[in-house]
Structures are given as structure tokens and as C-alpha cells.
């Protein structure tokens, strides 16, 4: 039996996997079933517009206690248990209406963006319902018809958008995954500024290398630990599973009402597709290659724009102003270069917002940079600029000069094929990180022309 929650959360507070986690607490009280896995955190659809903040579902595999118990976490002192030889059970109503009386209970069903859905299912659907929430924008109808469909239990409040979420985390067919203890708050901590110990934090990279996404060295910030008022205090990913708990135990600061670790999603690009340019579409996450054909420019806000090309379809990416120093090396292009970018589409205007980029080749080796205005030619003093394209005059004299008389050298191009990626702070929940190394996929786009 697999339990699907989605849509739980809220912008004033509440967590999915905090639901989650009293769900497994009271079914274990009330009806004795338990985990006989992980539980599963999926993250879905980056750029979906109905999403409160990291547009996560959960689901849990449960059934009878069987076998050894493995220890996943604790609460209130006591441990939670998954049981890997457990014995599965079919859905029933009975668990269904248990399970709700816990989002009644946990969630801000009058807030109008939190609109819950549960989903019971005996064994998974097909892992298309994951790919679809991940890579598209689905609709209601659609989901409701696929769960009757099949005969799947279900109950959603609201739109019943969470419905969405909570049929694509049981679809989800694990074969990318990390993993995240999350450790909560106790309740009179809520909405109160987190007591985390940076030291500690920063010290999780040298003590435990599985880890990652735990602390940003440009920023100083402590990106596992949220900023919003939901009752989390703090989430470790990694790779290894057996050295998350220790991690988790080194980390100094307020008292925790318990864990759990989860089984994620998070830190696979599952959400890129490689596409051509000419099939990028909004809402939607990609990997695609195009030559520069615009140079990077500095707006308002302090966001950088260029455009890439294929020959047949042009698209702006965009690297924003919480990309912190990433934009450094995107202003470093030049038109002429190839690239490999990674990143979720807007829809208007249609740009690509920029998470990781590949220089595969420079289109020039040098480049021609400005190192000052041009001297008066009568008093030899430096001119002062007159304006955006209007040229510059001598403070002294008088005189004037153009555009085309500033003093420049030819320099050397100061960066190198490779691949490059936003800081930790600015990363999505999704995004891998470079040193996790990449799918096979996204290399390929490099070589395999048919993709242009």
C-alpha cells in the first residue's frame, strides 16, 4: 500500500513532511502499520505556478511489522522504525479517513493556496504520472479521471490540486535519489528565528563529505536550514544514508521535537529535459545548446541577459541577481561562443532562467576591452562621458569625442571551456550539484548534434 500526500503546506506555515511524519505516527497508534521503507520526499515541477514553496508531495509504503526493524528516526524520544520485510496490506477507506483526520488537524485548509490531496494505491502507478508533474503543468481533470480510472482511493480538499502532487510521489520510480534527515521544531519554537549553530553547519562539508547544499561559502548563509515559519528546523542532503544520522547529530542548536530521514529526489536534475531550442517550451526545465549571439548585459536589479541561437530559434536566459557571483562568469561570454544551458523557462517574456551552463567553445580567444575615455586632444585631460551613446566632452575645453575614441586593449578571454553552476544559495531543491557529477544525458547534448 502506498499512502500519496500532496498540497499540505502554506505560505503562513505548515509542511508536508511534517504531516507526513504524524500520518506514519498515528497509523503505527491506531492501526498498526508501519513504514517498510523510507518515506519518500519528491520535489515536482519547478516552475508550476500553483505552488506554495518547493512544490513537495510525500508517500509512504506501509504495511505490517515483519523482520528486523531499521531505525530512520525518532520522535519525542522514541524511535521510528522502517521494517524492509514488513508484509504489504491492501488500501482501505479505513486508512484513508485516518490519514485525513491528520490533515485536518495539521494543514491551513482557509488559506487559499493549500489545497490537500491524499491518494491510496496498491503498489505504484505508472512512473509517467511522475514524469508528466515534473515536466508539465497537469490538470485536475486529468488526474481525477487517471484515480478512477484505476480504482485508486482518494480525498482532496480545495481545488484538489494536491491530488497532482500526491499520485506522482507514489509513481515516482526512485532511480535517481539522495537522501535528507529533516529535523523539526517543537511546536512553541514555530514562527520564532531558528537557533542553529553556523560553525557547525559549515563543518559538515570537511567532517562528512556526502553531504551537500548545507552551507554557501560566498554568502555565509545556512541554506539547510528554511527561512519561512513552517515548523522545520533544518535538512541535511546527501548521498549516503548511513552517514546522514551521525551529521545530523553533530549539528549544535535548539531542541529538537524529532527526525526523520527521507528518501528524495532532490540533487538529481530530474527535472531537465535536453531539448532542442526550437522545442523549449514554458513551464518546463531544460538542456539545451545554442551559440551566443547577444553579449550579457547588466539591467535593473542587477540581473545579466544574453541571448543564444541555433540557426533556426533564438532564447534569452537570464542569470538573476541571487546568483551572487555565478554572474561574473556569465558576463565573460562573448557572441560566437557555445554553450550547454540548464534551467527552467518563464513564460513571459520567454527566457531561461539559468542554473548550470556547459562553455563547450570560445568563438574568439581574445577580446577587446575598454580601459578609459578618451584624452582631450587640445589639454590632454581624460573626458567625461555626456550620456548612454552620446559620446564625451572635455570638462576643461570643451572639446568632443565619439563613441569610437575610447582607449582600449586586446586581452586574453578570462574564462575556460567547462562547466560552471549557481551557488548553493541560489541552487533549486533539484538541481545537482557539479561535484555529484552529471546524468550521461546532459553530457551527450555536447556532442550529439541531432539535438540542435
Known sequence: MLLGVGGTDSLEG???????????????????????????LVRLNPTNPWKTRGNAALAMHLGTPGGAPRAIGEWDGEPIHSYPDGVDVPPSQEVLDAAW???????????????????????????????????????????????????LLSRGEGSLRGLIGASAAIAWPTERTTWEPIAHRERDRWGTPRDVDAPSVKALDEHFPSTFDSYDHETGDLTMVPSSPCPVLFGIRGTD????????????????????????????DDHLVPKALSDVRPFESVVVRGEVTKAPRTIP???????????????????????????????????GDIIVACGSVREEPRTL????FSLLALGTQTQVVKVGNPKC????????????????????????????????????RDVAPGWYEVPTGA?????????????????????DTSIC
Open 353 to 356: 532562467n539559468l542554473e548550470k
Open 14 to 40: 505548515g509542511c508536508t513532511t511534517r504531516v507526513a511524519v504524524q500520518m506514519a505516527l498515528r497509523l503505527r497508534e491506531e492501526m498498526d502499520l508501519v513504514l517498510l521503507d523510507h518515506p519518500r
Open 241 to 268: 544514508p548511513g552517514d546522514l544520522p551521525r551529521a545530523l547529530g553533530a549539528i549544535i542548536g535548539e531542541k529538537r521535537a524529532g527526525w526523520v530521514e527521507f528518501v528524495t529526489n532532490q540533487g538529481t
Open 301 to 335: 536589479g542587477g540581473h545579466v541577459l544574453f541571448e543564444i541561437a541555433d540557426g533556426r530559434r533564438h532564447l534569452a536566459v537570464a542569470a538573476y541577481e541571487p546568483t551572487k557571483g555565478f554572474r561574473h562568469v556569465v558576463r565573460e561570454l562573448l557572441p
Open 101 to 151: 483526520a491528520v490533515v485536518e488537524e495539521l494543514t491551513w485548509i482557509e488559506d487559499g493556496r493549500t489545497n490537500p490531496g491524499l491518494v491510496l494505491s496498491r503498489g505504484p502507478p505508472p512512473p509517467a504520472w511522475y514524469d508528466e508533474a515534473m515536466h508539465t503543468i497537469l490538470e485536475v481533470d486529468t488526474v481525477e479521471r487517471r484515480l478512477g480510472d484505476g480504482g
Open 427 to 447: 541552487r533549486r531543491h533539484l538541481a545537482r550539484p557539479l561535484r555529484l557529477g552529471l546524468r550521461p544525458e546532459m553530457e551527450a547534448i555536447g556532442t
Open 377 to 412: 586632444p587640445d589639454c590632454g585631460q581624460s573626458m567625461k562621458s555626456v550620456g548612454t551613446g552620446a559620446g564625451y566632452r572635455c570638462v576643461r575645453c570643451g572639446a568632443r569625442a565619439g563613441e569610437g575614441d575610447v582607449i582600449e586593449e586586446t586581452r586574453s
